[in-house]
């Protein structure tokens, strides 16, 4: 980059543009960010996700190759194959566990049925709706869901495309490490350099450091659901336990749907509501020891984010990529926060979006300031 230099005689002037200027082309830049995101997620959203696994299992990679002394090509299809096989571990389990509940599914479906039918009675003596004005009701609303069904097909479609992708990618990640990290060294200046392999070493620590503090904080958490809903006599408490575990990797937000499975069961397989108490009681148990014991001492402190930060950020992915942004959100912004970290006019911004919160904040500091210094005038008067 050119270096302003100051002369004794002449002094460069920096032109400054009008600050409603700067603001409109700053959120310009953010709408066409986020359009771009948008308009190519089919693209960007399997690259993300390749680019994070492959982060995560680099450590694998590397020692396949310089301890076990496998050449690169064989060595990371083997990475990629072990990543598969843990993978298809955890699938196959929840196949069987699935099979086994759909085996009751015409039981769930008459008792379904019957629920039902009570809900339309009292419907209609308690607020006088007919069975005919319901039965429109439904109509339209299953109406407005085709496209949202739709959609959820749509998904499903680039879900299958990214599982796809994710493979290929993560082997052409690998592969092109090197080059890649070359690339990042020489597009900065060489003062930079030193800069720059901080933030690549944080950035790898950061990412490898959450993925690996989240799987244990899931693993964690299936077994806590999984033994509170035994307790409580819940069919299928291990298939529900571990589909709770996986919603709870989404922020803040998984941990609420996933509470809504085990009561659905719990209505439509037992009498009563007893068993809707003990589930409500024991997610609650499970989600105080998550989010005051597993969360800050093995997810949070890698990552480093405050709360209302990731809340935003997950509800923005959320809205651009689905429940594949809600995923990637926290990642990325652990890496923005690294950046900003290391530069200069963007730590005010590392500050809001980290997890230190300062004890006064500079109004104060500046009106104290300010009082000291009236006082100091008038003794000196």
């Known amino acids: 980059m050119p270096r302003l230099s100051q002369d004794t005689s002449t002094q460069t002037q920096v032109k400054e543009y009008p600050f409603y200027l700067k603001t409109t082309v700053i959120l310009f830049g953010l709408v066409l960010l ?7 997620q089919a693209i960007i959203v399997p ?3 390749a680019l994070v696994f492959s982060i995560l299992l680099n450590p694998l990679y590397v020692l396949l190759q310089n301890r076990v002394k496998i050449p690169r090509i064989p060595a990371i299809t083997l990475t990629i194959l072990i990543a598969y096989i843990v993978v298809g571990c955890i699938v196959f389990f929840l196949s069987v566990q699935l099979l086994h509940f759909t085996d009751t599914f015409p039981a769930l479906q008459v008792k379904f049925a019957r629920y039902f039918a009570e809900l339309q ?9 007919s069975m005919a004005k319901q039965k429109e009701m439904i109509n ?3 109406n407005n869901s085709k496209a949202l069904i739709g959609s959820t097909l749509g998904s499903a479609l680039t879900t299958l495309s990214v599982l796809v992708l994710i493979p290929v990618y993560i082997f052409m990640l690998l592969f092109y490490k090197t080059l890649i990290l070359n690339f990042l060294f020489e597009v900065f200046a060489e003062e930079n350099s030193h800069n720059v392999s901080i933030i690549l070493n944080q950035t790898k620590s950061a990412i490898q450091n959450y993925m690996i503090g989240l799987l244990l904080e899931a693993f964690i958490v299936a077994i806590l ?18 589909m709770g575990a996986i919603l709870n990797m989404l922020p803040y937000i998984g941990g609420i749907i996933a509470i809504a499975i085990p009561l659905l069961i719990a209505t439509v397989t037992k009498d009563g509501f007893s068993t809707q108490v003990g589930v409500i009681i024991s997610f609650a148990i499970v989600q105080f020891i998550d989010n005051h014991i597993l969360i ?9 984010i405050n709360a209302l930060i990731t809340i935003v950020v997950v509800l923005l992915g959320g809205a651009l990529w689905g429940v594949s942004g809600m995923f990637l959100s926290i990642p990325f912004v652990a890496i923005l926060k690294i950046i900003f970290d290391r530069i200069d006019d963007l730590k005010p911004w590392a500050k809001l979006l980290g997890d230190i919160v300062p004890t006064r904040h500079k109004g104060d500091i500046w009106r104290r300031r300010k009082h000291e210094a009236v006082l100091a005038d008038k003794i000196s008067d």
Do not use: D, H
């Open 34 to 40: 986020a359009y771009i995101l948008f308009t190519l």
């Open 47 to 49: 690259l993300s996700f």
């Open 121 to 129: 009675q009292w419907l209609q003596t308690r607020f006088g709706l």
């Open 140 to 142: 339209e609303t299953l």
């Open 225 to 242: 659901n999984s033994a509170g809903l035994l307790i409580i006599g819940l069919n299928y408490a291990i298939l529900i336990g571990v």
């Open 296 to 304: 800050p001492r093995i997810v949070s402190s890698k990552v480093q």
